[in-house]
Structures are given as structure tokens and as C-alpha cells.
């Protein structure tokens, strides 16, 4: 009897179960929350700096290191839901447990969010090669659809909801 360890797809599985399993272990440590919560406090920090700069200075596009800090945001939070989905499998994440509802809410977001990012990345690529030649030469239709973009980008900070109940959890345990 040949068991399960011993072909090539058992020992894959098996692999696959240790790192789910321990990336189960890193997503239910209380401080795996805690550190995006704050990351999501310092994500609409981010967002109230850049829409305060571009509405004073009039400018089309935020500053390069507002820029970078979207970036580093989408992919923090990118892999945030990558960790969660792995730990829980897709079943036990959209459909099972007390905060299903906050993960579903969490996984549009962060694809808007991923969606936002390689649409900036476009107009950007498309700008550079002159297609879009500014609003005048045909390029507006792409700066329209980045300003709603940024307008949407604002629902990132209902995720703070989440945050707050985190930091009530925690004042309960003090």
C-alpha cells in the first residue's frame, strides 16, 4: 500500500497544508490585525494628505512619494487578503465566520484598489508614449476615469469601521 506522503502530488499537498497552516498561525495572531490596522489608518492619512494637496495646488496628479505610498498600500493590502484567503480557503473566508461580511467588503476594495493601480499605471504608459496627448489631444477620457478612480478610493477609509472595533477589542482586554 503506497500512502499518500509518498508520491509526488501527496508530498505537494502535504507541503501546501504546512504553509497554509502556518500562515493560518500569522493571520490569527491578534497583532497580524493590528498591523493592518494601522496600516489602513496610515492608508487614509495618505489619502486625506494627497486629496488636501490636490485640492489646494490644483494639480492632476499627487506628488511621486504620495504615489509610491498608493503602491506600497495596494500591495500590503493585496497580500493581506492573499494571507487570509490562503488561511481560510475561499469557502471559509466569504462564507464562514463572524466577519464574513467585513471580508467581502475587504476583498472589493483591495481588487478596486489593485484595478486602480494597473489603470494608473496605463494612462501613465499611454501619456508617456504620447496616445493621450493631455485632455485635449483624447487623453481626458483616461483622466476622467482616474478622477473617479480617486473619488472611489475613498471607501478604503470605511475600512477604518473595522479598525475602530479592533481598538475596542483591545481596550476590553486592558
Not at 508530498?11 to 495572531?29: D, G, H
Request: glycine fraction near 10%.
Amino acid at each position: 500500500h503506497i500512502s499518500s506522503e509518498d508520491t509526488e502530488e501527496g508530498r505537494r499537498r502535504a507541503r501546501w497544508n504546512r504553509c497554509r497552516r502556518k500562515v493560518y498561525e500569522i493571520v490569527q495572531n491578534p497583532y497580524f490585525d493590528y498591523t493592518f490596522g494601522a496600516i489602513i489608518i496610515l492608508n487614509a492619512v495618505s489619502i486625506g494628505i494627497q486629496t488636501e494637496y490636490m485640492a489646494v495646488s490644483r494639480e492632476e496628479d499627487a506628488p511621486l512619494a504620495l504615489q509610491v505610498c498608493d503602491s506600497v498600500f495596494c500591495a500590503l493590502f493585496a497580500t493581506e487578503l492573499g494571507m487570509r484567503l490562503t488561511a481560510h480557503g475561499p469557502r471559509g473566508f466569504f462564507w464562514k465566520g463572524e466577519g464574513w461580511r467585513w471580508n467581502w467588503f475587504d476583498a472589493v476594495l483591495v481588487t478596486m484598489q489593485v484595478f486602480e493601480e494597473a489603470a494608473v499605471i496605463a494612462a501613465r504608459v499611454s501619456l508617456a508614449r504620447g496616445r493621450g496627448g493631455g485632455a485635449e489631444g483624447g487623453g481626458g477620457g483616461n483622466l476622467s476615469f482616474l478622477r473617479i478612480l480617486r473619488i472611489l478610493r475613498l471607501l478604503r477609509v470605511v475600512r477604518l469601521a473595522r479598525v475602530l472595533r479592533l481598538v475596542r477589542q483591545l481596550r476590553t482586554l486592558v
